[in-house]
C-alpha cells in the first residue's frame, strides 16, 4: 500500500498530503448573527503520518473533523484529500441490525468489492482487530472497546489513506482505553494508514501521536504545534510522555484561561 | 516512516516491536473481552411457561367461571339475553361437525390477509414516499395522520355504493383502514434513525437510494414492523365492520356475517360464538405472525429486555 501511494505521488502533486487544510474557516448562522467556528486552518497530513488535534470544548475539533470527511463544506479555504476518507466515532456507530462480521462486509461492498473477496476480507480485518471469532456476533453481544475493534475494522474496510477519528475512546474505561492505544499504534504501523485523531485527553494525544496540534477555542486556531519523537511502543506513564504532556497541557491551560479575562 | 517497511499485511497479527509484546498484548484483550461479555441465550422452556402462558390462561378460566356463575346462580337468568358457556361451545362444536367452522373462518381469513397483503403493496411506497419526499409529507402527511383517527366503517356505505356487494367492497374497506397505520408506522420509523447512522452511512458512500436501501429502510424496521401489527389490527376490523353491514348471500359467510346472521335469527348462542371467534383469530393471527416478527426484530438489536 506504501508504495502505490509513493508511486502515485511521484505524478500527483496533491496525493502528496493524505489531507492537506488550507486556511480553512467555518461559521454557522447563530442567533446573535453568524458565529465564526474555525478560523483560518492550515494543517497538512503527511501520507502515513499520525496527527493528533488537541483542544478544549468550543475549538471546534469535531466540525474540522467533519470538514475534512466531506459531510459538511467549509465557509472558506479548500481541503483536499487523497480519496474519501474514512471516519470513526466516538460512538460506535455500527448497524445493530447486521453482525459484526456483516457492518464490515457492508463497508466493503459499498466500496465495490466483489462478493466472493468480501468473506475473507472480513476475516482478515477481524483478525487485524484481533476479533478472529467474532463475524457473527451481534453488536449488543460486544463489549464497549470490542464494538470500537470492530468499528475499526469498518473503517479500515473501506481502504482509506486517511483515517479520521472523533474521540473514539472518549467513552471507554480506562483499562480498555489503554489496550486500545497499543492497538492502534499496531494497527497505523501495519497498515501504513495515515491518522488525524482528534481528543481533549493530553495524555493520549502524547501517546499517540508523531505531530500533537492544539487548537485554541472559539474560533478555533492552530495554537501551537508540538513533533513527538519519543519512539513507539510508548506507554500513557512513560516519562517523556508525561514530560511533554505537562508542557502542552500549561499552554492549553493558558489558552483556556484568556476566555475567561474578558 | 519506518513502521510502514514492516508491515506484513493484516493477516501477520504480530506487532513489530519487542518479541513477547504483541502477544501479551492479545492476552490482555482476550481477557478484557471475555470478562466484558455477556452470555445470552433463550431462557429453558419451563420458565417461559410460568412467564408467559400461565398468567393468560388463569385470567381465561377465570372470566368462564364468572360467566357460567352468572348463569349457575341465576344473576341473569333469560338465554337470549346470556347464552351460558357450554351453549357457545356446543353451537361451535355443531358448526365443527357440520364441517362449517373452518369455511366460516377461511373466508374472513383469506380476506383479511389477502387485504393486508394489497395494503402492504399499498403502504410501503407511500410511507416511504412521505418520509423522503419533503413536498410529499407537508401535502398528504397530516391527511394520512388524519385518516388513521377515522373508523374504517365510515367507508363502508361508500364502498358500496362505488363498488357493489363484492369481494373487491370488502377489499377497498381494508385497505382504506390498513394503508394509513402501515405507511405512518414507516414514516415515524424513518424519524426515528439516529442521524448518527446517516452519517455513518455517508462516509461509507452509501447515498441516495443506497442509503435508503442500506441504512435508511434497516434502520426504520421496528417502527415499520409496528406499523404491520397495528395495519393487521385494521384491517382485521374494517374486515369484520364490512361484512357485518354488507352480509350478502353470494358473499359466502365469513365471522362478520355469521354474527349478523345470529343477530337477525335472534341465536345469542350464535352471536357469542361469532364474537368469540373473531376474537381469537385476531388474537392468533397477531401471535402466529407479528409478535414473532417484533420480536425477532427487537431481539437481533438488542432492544428486548428480557424480564
Not at chain 2, 347464552?83 to 361437525?97: C, G, I, M, Y
Request: proline content about 6%; some cysteine.
Amino acid at each position: 500500500m506504501a508504495t502505490t501511494t509513493l508511486a502515485k505521488a511521484a505524478d500527483d502533486e496533491a496525493v502528496r498530503h493524505a489531507a492537506r487544510i488550507e486556511h480553512v474557516s467555518k461559521s454557522f448562522a447563530g442567533p446573535a448573527g453568524a458565529q465564526l467556528v474555525l478560523d483560518d486552518i492550515s494543517l497538512d497530513v503527511a501520507p502515513g503520518e499520525f496527527v493528533t488535534l488537541l483542544g478544549a470544548s468550543g475549538c471546534g475539533k469535531s466540525t474540522l473533523l467533519n470538514l475534512v470527511a466531506g459531510l459538511d463544506a467549509p465557509s472558506s479555504g479548500g481541503i483536499t484529500t487523497d480519496g474519501r476518507p474514512a471516519l470513526m466515532f466516538q460512538e460506535h456507530a455500527l448497524f445493530p441490525w447486521l453482525t459484526a462480521g456483516k457492518n464490515i462486509e457492508l463497508a466493503l461492498r459499498l466500496r465495490g468489492v466483489p462478493k466472493a473477496d468480501r468473506r475473507a476480507r472480513t476475516e482478515e480485518l477481524l483478525a487485524l482487530v484481533r476479533l478472529k471469532g467474532a463475524y457473527g456476533k451481534r453488536v449488543h453481544e460486544l463489549s464497549g472497546g470490542m464494538r470500537q475493534r470492530v468499528a475499526l475494522a469498518r473503517a479500515l474496510a473501506q481502504d482509506s489513506r486517511l483515517l479520521l477519528m472523533d474521540e473514539p475512546f472518549a467513552a471507554l474505561d480506562a483499562i480498555t482505553r489503554d489496550v486500545l492505544h497499543d492497538e492502534l499504534t499496531r494497527i497505523w504501523a501495519e497498515t501504513g494508514v495515515s491518522v488525524l485523531f482528534v481528543t481533549h485527553n493530553v495524555r493520549e494525544a502524547v501517546r499517540l501521536a508523531q505531530r500533537v496540534v492544539l487548537l485554541s477555542s472559539r474560533p478555533g486556531r492552530v495554537a501551537r504545534e508540538w513533533t513527538v519523537d519519543i519512539p513507539q511502543p510508548r506507554r500513557i506513564e512513560d516519562a517523556p510522555v508525561a514530560e511533554l504532556s505537562v508542557e502542552i497541557t500549561e499552554v492549553l491551560r493558558g489558552e483556556i484561561r484568556r476566555h475567561g479575562q474578558h | 516512516m519506518a513502521s510502514t517497511e514492516t508491515s506484513t499485511g493484516p493477516t501477520g497479527g504480530i506487532a513489530p516491536g519487542p518479541a513477547g509484546a504483541g502477544d501479551e498484548l492479545a492476552g490482555v484483550e482476550a481477557g478484557l473481552d471475555a470478562l466484558e461479555s455477556t452470555a445470552s441465550g433463550r431462557p429453558p422452556l419451563r420458565r417461559t411457561l410460568i412467564d408467559k402462558v400461565l398468567p393468560p390462561v388463569v385470567a381465561v378460566a377465570l372470566i368462564l367461571v364468572v360467566w357460567q356463575a352468572l348463569i349457575s346462580f341465576k344473576v341473569v337468568d333469560d338465554p337470549s339475553k346470556l347464552p351460558s358457556p357450554s351453549a357457545v361451545w356446543d353451537e361451535v362444536h355443531e358448526a365443527w361437525l357440520r364441517g362449517d367452522l373452518l369455511g366460516y373462518i377461511w373466508t374472513s381469513v383469506s380476506r383479511g390477509l389477502l387485504g393486508f397483503l394489497f395494503a402492504l403493496a399499498l403502504g410501503t411506497p407511500l410511507g416511504l414516499l412521505v418520509a423522503r419526499v419533503k413536498f410529499v409529507r407537508a401535502a398528504i402527511g397530516p391527511i394520512l395522520s388524519g385518516l388513521q383517527s377515522l373508523p374504517s366503517v365510515a367507508w363502508v356505505p361508500p364502498a358500496v355504493i362505488w363498488l357493489g356487494l363484492d369481494n373487491s367492497m370488502m377489499y377497498a374497506v381494508i385497505l382504506l383502514g390498513a394503508v394509513p397505520s402501515i405507511a405512518n408506522g414507516l414514516v415515524s420509523g424513518v424519524d426515528q434513525v439516529p442521524p448518527l447512522f446517516l452519517r455513518a452511512g455517508r462516509t461509507m458512500g452509501a447515498t441516495g437510494l443506497k442509503g435508503t436501501w442500506h441504512i435508511v429502510l434497516p434502520a426504520a424496521l421496528p417502527g415499520y414492523v409496528a406499523g404491520l401489527k397495528q395495519g393487521w389490527a385494521f384491517s382485521w376490523r374494517s374486515l369484520m365492520a364490512a361484512e357485518i353491514i354488507a352480509s350478502f348471500p353470494d358473499l359466502g359467510v365469513g365471522l362478520g356475517q355469521l354474527l349478523e346472521n345470529g343477530r337477525n335469527a335472534s341465536d345469542m348462542s350464535m352471536v357469542f360464538e361469532a364474537i368469540l371467534l373473531i376474537l381469537v383469530v385476531g388474537i392468533a393471527i397477531d401471535l402466529l405472525i407479528f409478535s414473532p416478527l417484533e420480536r425477532w426484530v427487537l431481539r437481533s438489536r438488542g432492544l428486548m429486555v428480557r424480564s
